[in-house]
C-alpha cells in the first residue's frame, strides 16, 4: 500500500516528496475529484492525503468517500499557499525523515 497526496500547494508537493510521498498537483476541485477517483480505482493506493483548501473545495466527493469505503483512508493536510501551513509541512518532512529544510 501506497500514499498519494493530491495538493493545491507547491511547496507541500515537494516537501511530501522529499519524505517519499508520490503527489499530483490539482488546481481546480474538477482535476481534485478526477485525481481522487484515479486514486480509488488504483488497488495500491491505501491512503490519500489531500491538502486543507483543496479537501473544502470538494467536500461531498470525501464525504462520500469516506462514509462508503473502508479503503483507501482520506487525511487532511496543512498545505495552502501561506507561510504556516509551508512550515507545517516542512515539520512533517523533519518529522518523517530527520531532515529539516
Known sequence: ???MLISDSHDAL?????AGVEGVLAETAEQAEAEIKKCIEDETVG?????ESLASTC????????L??????????????????SDDVMHYVHE??????
Open 14 to 18: 515537494t516537501g511530501m516528496r522529499l
Open 68 to 85: 462508503g469505503r473502508s479503503r483507501p483512508l482520506v487525511v487532511t493536510v496543512p498545505g495552502s499557499k501561506d507561510d504556516k501551513c
Open 1 to 3: 500500500m501506497r500514499f
Open 47 to 51: 491512503i490519500i492525503l489531500i491538502t
Open 96 to 101: 518523517a525523515i530527520g531532515i529539516k529544510i
Open 59 to 66: 467536500r461531498q466527493t470525501l464525504d462520500e468517500l469516506k
